[in-house]
C-alpha cells in the first residue's frame, strides 16, 4: 500500500498537546526513517525540521553522499526518506520517562503509517528505543554507538542500520556511515516476497 500525500512537512497531520514541537519530515513513502531524540538534542526547533542546524550539518551530507537525500540544507530534498524525533515536542530540559510515554503514541502511529524498510536511529536513546520496541535483538545488543555507528542488524523486525550521535562524530564517521548505506542499498534490504503467485492474476503481492 503507498499513501497518496505528498507533502513532505507534517504530512500526516500530527498535533500533539504543547506549544511548540518538530514534527516528521519528508518522504510519506519512504523506505529509510530516520530517528531521533527529541528537539532540544538534535535540533529544528526554529525551522521545523527534524535535525536542520548543528546535527543537520554534519548528518545530511553524509546522508547525500549514502543516496538517502537528493540535496542536503536545512530544508534537505529527500529521497526515499522520512525523518522524526521519538519526542516531536520542544522540551523545558530533559524529558522525563512518563514524557517519553506519552509523545510515544505520536511516532509509533507515524512509523506505522511510513512502514519503511529500514529505520536509522541516531543517538544511543533512539537506539535502544528502536531496538527494544520493533526487534527482537534489542535483550542482546550492547548499545554501544561506536561499535554499532553505520552497521546493519537485522532480527525478526525491522532492519536497523543506527547512526552514533552527530555531536560526536570523528574524522573517520561521515565515511562509515556512507559506506555502511551504500552497502545495504546494494542489497535485497527491502526483503520482499511476492505471494501474488498463490493467487488469482498477475498482480504482485509483495509482503515483508
Request: proline content about 7%.
Amino acid at each position: 500500500m503507498r499513501n497518496v500525500t505528498d507533502r513532505t512537512r507534517n504530512p500526516f497531520d500530527m498535533r500533539p498537546s504543547c506549544d511548540r514541537y518538530v514534527p516528521g519530515y519528508g518522504d510519506a513513502n519512504a523506505d529509510f526513517h530516520v530517528i531521533g531524540d527529541h528537539p532540544g538534542v538534535h535540533g529544528g526547533i526554529e525551522t521545523g525540521i527534524p535535525f536542520s542546524g548543528d546535527a543537520g550539518d554534519r548528518l545530511f551530507p553524509a546522508l547525500e553522499d549514502g543516496e538517502l537525500l537528493v540535496e542536503a540544507g536545512d530544508e534537505p530534498t529527500v529521497n526515499r526518506t522520512f525523518f522524526s524525533y521519538l519526542h516531536m515536542c520542544v522540551p523545558d530540559g530533559t524529558p522525563s520517562a512518563a514524557d517519553y510515554t506519552d509523545m510515544e503514541r505520536f511516532f509509533d502511529a507515524e512509523l506505522r503509517a511510513i512502514a519503511a524498510h529500514v529505520l536509522l536511529p541516531v543517538g544511543a536513546v533512539a537506539t535502544k528505543h528502536v531496538l527494544n520496541n520493533y526487534t527482537s535483538v534489542g535483550w542482546k545488543t550492547d548499545v554501544d554507538m561506536e561499535t554499532l555507528h553505520g552497521k546493519e542488524l537485522r532480527g525478526s523486525g525491522f532492519l536497523v542500520l543506527p547512526i552514533k550521535d552527530p555531536d560526536e562524530w570523528d574524522d573517520g564517521d561521515h565515511d562509515e556511515l556512507v559506506a555502511g548505506l551504500l552497502e545495504l542499498q546494494s542489497t535485497d534490504f527491502r526483503r520482499e516476497s511476492d505471494l501474488g503467485r498463490f493467487m488469482p492474476g498477475a498482480d504482485p503481492y509483495l509482503v515483508r
